[in-house]
Every structure is written in structure tokens, then in C-alpha cells.
């Protein structure tokens, strides 16, 4: 056994234990927000799918989000740029292949994820085409901002045409799972904070860049919140709330907080640097929207995803050799 320094062995061990604890912390807590938001959906009438799409895609996101915003607005356009291209490719590649591999069939939900795959398609397909002259600009935030609204207004009529939407639901039935979801959005937060603070101090050790670190490990690790909640979904025979959670993610990454960041501070995309990456993730999204006709995912679909996540992971590694 490689004998290892004495000034490494306590960060490194430190480092270790919080890891270990944030990842039980986050399965523990994605587990409780499945359970109340899957309740409060019921109550309100509401499909799984949507709340996954919308609600819960909203607070998965958040640790990535103020991650790469946090890199974004002080000139860290490395660690923000990475951040965001590296949770998508794990959202598009990585979780959904584990999803389905675990999952051995999982069926689609046919008011939201079927009908609605070519208009997904094109929203995700955006702020590429508007990225190839190398930058996003605030013309292009506002697209990206307004295209994010259009989805979610054409989400929630095709959800009204289906008339299960309750018009009031009595506050005294709701506000436990409301307590419940608020509580474990807390827990998801801290926990990804921390995930992220061991990963990134762990990962420097081995003097890796900073966008190739932001791409991979604070990519895979500020997903696990959104991994945990698509697991525990799954477990819990509410995968709809998962497969909500996934594609509501990359919809609200790639449109919403694209465009605010434009919005505020123009982009700058360094296409040589980021191409390859913009290009897997082009063909993991083009792929999910091609299977979801057949109106199921399988465990084949799932082994294709995770063989795609492995053969991008290797390219950044050839690159950065």
C-alpha cells in the first residue's frame, strides 16, 4: 500500500468523512422530498411528471446552479462553464442511463414526456445554436428566457386539457407536505455544499484544472442531490417524478439559467475548449428524444447512455493529456 504524506493524510481523510456524510445526508433527505411532493401532487391534482419537471427540477438544481453562477460572476467563467455543461451531460448520460439500468423498464408518461418530446427537443437545442458564434449574449438571454416560459406555460395548458387539476386545495391538508418538502430542500442544499467543498478539495490534490475538475467532479457532484430524489423516485414506484426531475433540469440549466447569466453578464463561449462537450451533449438529448417514441426506456437504452458518458469522460481526458 503507496505510503501516503503525513500533511495529506488528515485533509484527506478529513475531506473523506464529509463526503461519506453528505452523500448519506442527501439519499436521506431525497428520500422524504419524494414522499411530500409525490403527497402535495396528489392533493393538488397535479401529475408526477409536472412536479418533477417544474418543482422539483427547480430545487434539485439549485447547489449546480449557485455553483456555476458563483464561478460565472467572478470571472471563474471555467469553473461556470464546466459546472453547467458537466451536470447536463450527467443528467442526459450518466443518471438517466443508471435510471434505466436499474429501472429494467421504465414507462413514459404520455401526457408530458411523448407528446411533448419534439417541442423539448427544440427548447434544448437553443442555446447551442445560439452559443456557435461564441457567445450568448443579452439579445440571446432574452431568448433563452422567453422560450423557458413558453415551455412551461405549454406544460401546464396540455396538464389543464386533462382535467385533474384541482381550483383549491385547503391549506390545512398541504402544509405538512409543504414543511416536508421546504425541510429536505434545506438538507439537499447543505449537502450538495459540502459534496462540492470535499470533492473539489480531494480532487486538487492531483493538481487537475479547474474547468476539467468544474466539468467532472463538481459536475457529478453537485447531480447527486437530483440522482438521490431520481433513485429514490424509482424505489418508491413514482419514477415519473425522476424522469421529471432529469428533463426539468436540463430545460431549466440550459434555458433559464443561461439566460439570466446572459441577461446580466454577456457569455463568452470558448468553443474550442468547450465543442466536443457541447456536441455529446447535442447527441445524449437527440438520442432520449428518439427513444421516448417508442414509449418506454430499457435497461439496453441505459447501458448506450452510460457507454456515451464514459466515452465523453475519456475525450476529456485525451484533451487535457
Not at 504524506?5 to 485533509?11: D, G, K, N, S
Not at 419534439?118 to 445560439?130: D, G, N
Not at 428533463?247 to 443561461?258: K, M, P, T
Not at 446580466?264 to 470558448?270: G, L, M, S
Request: proline fraction near 3%; glycine fraction near 8%.
Amino acid at each position: 500500500m503507496a505510503f501516503i504524506p503525513a500533511e495529506l493524510a488528515h485533509p484527506l481523510l478529513f475531506n473523506g468523512i464529509v463526503l461519506i456524510a453528505s452523500l448519506i445526508l442527501l439519499f436521506k433527505s431525497a428520500d422524504l422530498l419524494v414522499y411530500g411532493i409525490s403527497n402535495y401532487a396528489k392533493r393538488l391534482g397535479l401529475s408526477d411528471a409536472l412536479i418533477g419537471l417544474v418543482v422539483v427540477a427547480m430545487a434539485a438544481s439549485a447547489p449546480e446552479i449557485i455553483s456555476s453562477l458563483t464561478g460565472f460572476l467572478s470571472g471563474q467563467e471555467n469553473i461556470g462553464m464546466g459546472t453547467i455543461f458537466g451536470t447536463n451531460m450527467v443528467h442526459a448520460a450518466l443518471a438517466l442511463g443508471i435510471l434505466c439500468f436499474l429501472g429494467k423498464k421504465i414507462e413514459l408518461e404520455p401526457n408530458i414526456f411523448t407528446k411533448r418530446r419534439f417541442i423539448m427537443w427544440i427548447a434544448l437545442m437553443l442555446p447551442f445554436v445560439l452559443a456557435f458564434d461564441g457567445e450568448l449574449s443579452r439579445s440571446d438571454g432574452v431568448i433563452l428566457v422567453g422560450a423557458f416560459i413558453a415551455y412551461l406555460f405549454a406544460l401546464w395548458k396540455l396538464e389543464g386539457t386533462l382535467g385533474k387539476i384541482k381550483k383549491t386545495v385547503e391549506l390545512k391538508t398541504i402544509w405538512r407536505d409543504v414543511f416536508i418538502f421546504l425541510g429536505c430542500f434545506a438538507a439537499l442544499m447543505l449537502a450538495g455544499r459540502w459534496l462540492v467543498f470535499s470533492s473539489v478539495q480531494i480532487a486538487n490534490y492531483f493538481n487537475l484544472p479547474a474547468y476539467f475538475i468544474a466539468l467532472t467532479v463538481i459536475g457529478v457532484g453537485t447531480t447527486l442531490p437530483d440522482l438521490a430524489v431520481e433513485l429514490r423516485s424509482l424505489f418508491r414506484a413514482r419514477a415519473s417524478i425522476g424522469l421529471g426531475d432529469l428533463f426539468g433540469s436540463l430545460v431549466i440549466e440550459l434555458l433559464l439559467f443561461f439566460g439570466i447569466v446572459a441577461l446580466i453578464k454577456p457569455i463568452v463561449i470558448p468553443l474550442n475548449q468547450v465543442l466536443s462537450t457541447m456536441l455529446f451533449l447535442v447527441a445524449a438529448i437527440t438520442l432520449i428524444m428518439f427513444w421516448m417514441n417508442k414509449k418506454e426506456l430499457t435497461w439496453k437504452h441505459g447501458l448506450v447512455l452510460v457507454g456515451l458518458y464514459a466515452l465523453f469522460l475519456a475525450s476529456e481526458i485525451y484533451k487535457m493529456l
